[in-house]
């Protein structure tokens, strides 16, 4: 019933920028919470920014400083622009809505930080 398409992942040099997107097959209405998380080979996967239904934002301690979360005024897309980017950025990203007691989840886009 819901379904999330993401893009704009890719390959950046260290300290370049990529911005991703999230779009929902619905108008999103109501609570609700929706961030990118994160997923590095051998680690787990981790919130990097989240953004809730009334405009509050939260960022990982990581990426604070580097990375903006934002929607659309419609709230049937999500961003996030990454600047500053490090090696250590590297991974899956997934895009995420919370809304009532349902988790939905992108299929994930690789965004990979290399020299």
């Known amino acids: 019933q819901v379904q999330l398409v993401e893009s704009g992942g890719g390959l950046v040099q260290p300290g370049g920028?990529?911005?991703?997107?999230?779009?929902?097959?619905?108008?999103?209405?109501?609570?609700?919470?929706?961030?990118?998380y994160r997923?590095?080979?051998?680690?787990?996967?981790?919130?990097?920014?989240?953004i809730t239904s009334g405009g509050t934002t939260n960022y990982a301690n990581s990426?604070?400083?580097r990375f903006t979360i934002s929607r659309d005024g419609?709230?049937?897309?999500?961003y996030l622009q990454m600047n500053s980017l490090k090696p250590e950025d590297t991974a899956v990203?997934?895009?995420?809505?919370h809304m009532g007691p349902n988790d939905y989840w992108?299929?994930?886009?690789?965004?990979?930080?290399?020299?």
């Open 17 to 36: 920028s990529l911005r991703l997107s999230c779009a929902a097959s619905f108008r999103v209405i109501g609570i609700y919470t929706m961030g990118w």
């Open 93 to 97: 990203y997934y895009c995420n809505l």
């Open 63 to 65: 990426v604070t400083g």
């Open 106 to 115: 992108g299929q994930g886009t690789q965004v990979t930080v290399s020299s």
């Open 74 to 78: 419609a709230k049937t897309t999500v």
């Open 39 to 50: 997923q590095a080979p051998g680690k787990q996967r981790e919130l990097a920014a989240q």
